[in-house]
Structure formats: C-alpha cells, structure tokens
T-cell receptor, first 113, second 115 residues
Framework: KNQVEQSPQSLIILEGKNCTLQ??????????LRWYKQDTGRGPVSLTI?????NTKSNGRYTATLDADTKQSSLHITASQLSDSASYIC????????????FGAGTTVTVRA | GAGVSQSPSNKVTEKGKDVELRCDPI?????LYWYRQSLGQGLEFLIY????????KSGLPSDRFSAERTGGSVSTLTIQRTQQEDSAVYLC?????????????FGEGSWLTVV
C-alpha cells in the first residue's frame, strides 16, 4: 500500500478559481513533506518543503499546509491560471532514510478558460 | 550547470539491447538520485549516491540495472538486456549534500521505450 495518498485523482477548475489538493501519509518517522508540480513531459519542480515544525508555507499563489499530528497536508492554489494545469505530487521523506522519498500518485489539475 | 541535465531525452530500443542513461547534476551537489516513473504511476526510487558511493541500491528492480557515478558528478544508469516493462521515464535528481529538508532538483527525464 502506498504510504502517500493524494486526492482527488484529478480535477477541472475555471481560470481564476481556487482549489485545494489533499495529501495523507503514513510515512514514519516523518522528516519533511514536499509538493512538486510536474508539467506533462517535464521533470517535477519543487513548490514547497515543510518540516515537522512548520504548518504552512507559501510560494506565490501556492500555499501548503501540514498537520503532522493527523499526517495530512494540503496544497491550495489561489486565483488559478491556465499555466497551473499540471500534476501536483506530494512527496514525504522519513527521517531515517531522507533520500528514499515516498511519492503520491499525484493530482492532475486542469484549468480551463 | 544551471540545472540537472539528462540524456538522451528520448530513447527507443529493441528488447534485449543495453541502454545507458546519463545524468549531469547541478554543480556542487553531492547527492544524486535516480527514480523511475512508469506511465500513470508515481515515482519509484532506484538508487542514491552520496559522492561516488551508493549507500542504497535497494530500489534497483533487478540485476540488469546498474548505476555508477564518477568524480562526484556525472552518473550513468545502465539497463542490460532491456525488457518491455523497463519502458518508463527515468528521472535523475540532485541536492546539496542530501541533507533533510534540502530542495531536490529534478532533471527533465529520459523517456525510454522498449519495443
């Protein structure tokens, strides 16, 4: 069973609207959680990194939250743009083997005009 | 370099042939990672290098897969006697010293198709 579950699997939103993506994980002991954006046919690009003590981090119109107690994270996209259309991947690493990242399957976001 | 560079970007090979995939990490990054992403699947860890050493090779799916890194920089992932199930995107990434919380930068991937 994947240790990182993302929802929804995909979503379609209108340009200018907001959306929130969810990530639940079971990785333990927890080290950090990252959100990546992956455009079709491209490599993933880092959006945010959060450690245990951080519960929110922003990168432009992207805001990530983390609740380490419930092992949940969310990525909120504000005022979506067509260029936000991509797959958003939640990645969690355990403190014992930080490099052995556990990847979620991703949420595919489609922004329509 | 400015980013993680991978080559070839696309490779079509016949079943049974050997392939080599190259990764040139960001200058100064001592940690290098290889991942595989099959169609519609999440990323799968293959191997991790710290300098020229690979402390964890547990992600390599079979003994047909091997990787090396020389000079603490360029890495090569070799797949021998390729099979159709090897078709995937092979992503290389690097980070500064591989410490917890460091940003991991990914290359654009090498798209391998085995026919």
């Amino acid at each position: 069973k994947n240790q990182v579950e993302q929802s929804p699997q995909s979503l379609i939103i209108l340009e200018g609207k907001n959306c929130t993506l969810q990530c639940n994980y079971t990785v333990s002991p927890f080290s950090n959680l990252r959100w990546y954006k992956q455009d079709t046919g491209r490599g993933p690009v880092s959006l945010t990194i959060m450690t245990f003590s951080e519960n929110t981090k922003s990168n432009g119109r992207y805001t990530a939250t983390l609740d380490a107690d419930t092992k949940q994270s969310s990525l909120h996209i504000t005022a979506s743009q067509l260029s936000d259309s991509a797959s958003y991947i939640c990645v969690v690493s355990a403190s014992s083997v930080d490099y052995k990242l556990s990847f979620g399957a991703g949420t595919t976001v489609t922004v329509r005009a | 370099g400015a980013g993680v560079s991978q080559s070839p970007s696309n490779k079509v090979t016949e079943k049974g042939k050997d392939v080599e995939l190259r990764c040139d990490p960001i200058s100064g990054h001592t940690a290098l990672y290889w991942y595989r992403q099959s169609l519609g699947q999440g990323l799968e860890f293959l191997i991790y290098f710290q300098g020229n050493s690979a402390p964890d090779k547990s992600g390599l799916p079979s003994d047909r897969f091997s990787a090396e890194r020389t000079g603490g920089s360029v890495s090569t992932l070799t797949i021998q006697r390729t099979q159709q199930e090897d078709s995937a995107v092979y992503l290389c990434a690097s980070s500064f010293r591989g410490l917890s919380g460091n940003t991991i930068y990914f290359g654009e991937g090498s798209w391998l198709t085995v026919v």
